[in-house]
């Protein structure tokens, strides 16, 4: 049985939207803004020169200003890269793809993701975790479900995936209000030998601290020093905080 039908998650509709303020206009400008600027300035003195600059010069300005959250910026260096002639490889396209999820754009991640089956790459499971991490980080149901249809695909496919995959599949139950369905996830990776690492549990307590279930996170504290995971101090103050504001 697939791991989307077997955790049953709960459509509803999406969370509100998260607003932030813009910046104001008359703010001095950073020292970010001109690596920036210098990044797409060196980028483009690149893109005329004879004979072109190796492909991985290209990947490193790309993922500097990816480091920096440009995302937009990066998409439009990756088209006048493509306009040039100049195509991309495996590493390029999986900065292309992160960039998408970032901000939202997962058909066109796909599209991505469809070009690297089409020029012969092979994803590797950095790939694979970044579309979960795409889907999962709208805080939608209906987008957390996809991420789970996406795992049952690709895992159908012979792919396997990691702590760091199952992980942000856990974290993005748990931004929807989804905690036993984490805990069922944690139990299924578990059974196909997976081993759960300190971030699962501590997002897993976190998430039952959230919604005031101190006693279940203990609970999971306790499994998870059993099990010979030892805590870090994210464990010892979500716990500490969780009977702070119970009391």
């Known amino acids: ?74 998409i439009s260096l990756f088209k006048k890269m493509d306009r040039k002639g100049i195509h991309s490889d495996f590493v390029t396209l999986n900065i292309l793809i992160n960039c998408f999820c970032h901000i939202s754009q997962m058909t066109s991640a796909f599209s991505v993701f469809s070009k690297i089956f089409k020029l012969g790459y092979h994803p590797n499971v950095v790939t694979l975790t970044t579309i979960i991490r795409g889907f999962c980080s709208s805080c939608s149901r209906g987008e957390v479900q996809k991420a789970l249809n996406f795992h049952d695909k690709v895992v159908a496919l012979g792919f396997r995936l990691d702590q760091t995959s199952y992980g942000t599949l856990m974290n993005g139950l748990c931004k929807i209000g989804e905690t036993k369905v984490a805990i069922q996830l944690l139990r299924i990776i578990e059974a196909q030998s997976i081993e759960p690492d300190v971030v699962m549990y501590n997002t897993i307590i976190h998430s039952l601290i959230k919604h005031k279930l101190p006693s279940q996170a203990c609970d999971m504290y306790s499994e998870m020093v059993v099990k010979g995971i030892s805590p870090d101090i994210i464990s010892y103050n979500t716990l500490i905080y969780g009977y702070c504001i119970r009391y």
């Open 1 to 74: 049985m697939s791991l989307s039908r077997t955790l049953k998650v709960r459509l509803s509709s999406p969370l509100p939207t998260r607003i932030s303020l813009s910046q104001s206009p008359s703010q001095t400008p950073s020292l970010e803004d001109h690596s920036v600027k210098h990044s797409v300035s060196e980028f483009n003195r690149m893109l005329h020169k004879n004979p072109v600059p190796p492909l991985s010069q290209f990947g490193k300005i790309l993922g500097s200003l990816v480091r920096m959250q440009h995302y937009s910026t990066a």
